[in-house]
């Protein structure tokens, strides 16, 4: 399998979970503003649309969007037990997390790293993450993790987006319960390893 990832952007989220399976892989860095694959080459020749993660499966099959990468990539490994298994209504529960983090926590964050955007309107998306945050932090007040007690992909997705907090000015010292969670989930060797292999940490 062949990861396109640029670093620290949400495509960071499948890198965890691809080194929480175990499974091989290679990984492709693109360059985000040029849209230029590491080497050579125009990224939108593998994927139109110009974003990421694009997986690339051994055939040349190309799966595009996170939340369905990293469900494939929990069900290629499932003793790893990162996502439940297809057609349970646990599997249903993660597939709600992971909606709630790309629509309302992924798309609530994308404004603010427009530069075009009016600050007027950016407080408006700082405001309504406040209120995203404050839902998981009384959520994570009773559960370690998104699905309770086990780490799955949603968990792998949560922490890449909240991790742009300090970027864009969200501040999320009033939500413990998330500070707590984002310490526990950024300590996983995994979490460490891809963080590493991404130039974001020492």
Same mark, same amino acid.
Request: charged share 25%; net charge positive; aromatic share 10%.
């Given at each position: ?66 939340? #369905? ?12 037990? &990162? /996502? ?5 209504? $646990? +599997? ?72 742009? #907090? ?12 998330? &500070? /707590? ?5 950024? $300590? +996983? ?14």
């Amino acid at each position: 399998m062949k990861l396109y990832y640029a670093p620290g952007a949400c495509s960071l989220s499948p890198h965890i979970v691809l080194l929480e399976a175990g499974l091989p892989f290679e990984k492709v860095k693109i360059d985000n503003k040029t849209k230029t694959m590491d080497g050579s080459g125009d990224y939108r020749t593998v994927n139109p649309l110009g974003y990421v993660p694009l997986l690339e499966l051994d055939d040349g099959t190309r799966i595009t969007e996170g939340p #369905a990468i990293v469900q494939y990539i929990a069900d290629k490994a499932p003793g790893k037990n &990162l /996502a439940p298994a297809s057609g349970t209504l $646990e +599997r249903t529960r993660l597939q709600t997390w992971l909606n709630f983090i790309t629509s309302e926590l992924h798309k609530g964050f994308s404004p603010l790293f427009n530069p075009a955007m009016p600050e007027e309107a950016k407080k408006i998306f700082r405001e309504r993450l406040a209120t995203r945050f404050a839902y998981l932090d009384k959520h994570l007040a009773g559960n370690e993790y998104l699905m309770g007690k086990s780490f799955s992909v949603a968990d792998a997705y949560l922490y890449v987006v909240s991790n742009w #907090a300090p970027r864009v000015n969200v501040d999320l010292a009033p939500y413990a319960n998330v &500070l /707590a969670y984002r310490k526990r989930v950024g $300590e +996983r060797p995994a979490v460490q390893a891809a963080m590493k292999a991404e130039g974001l940490i020492k």
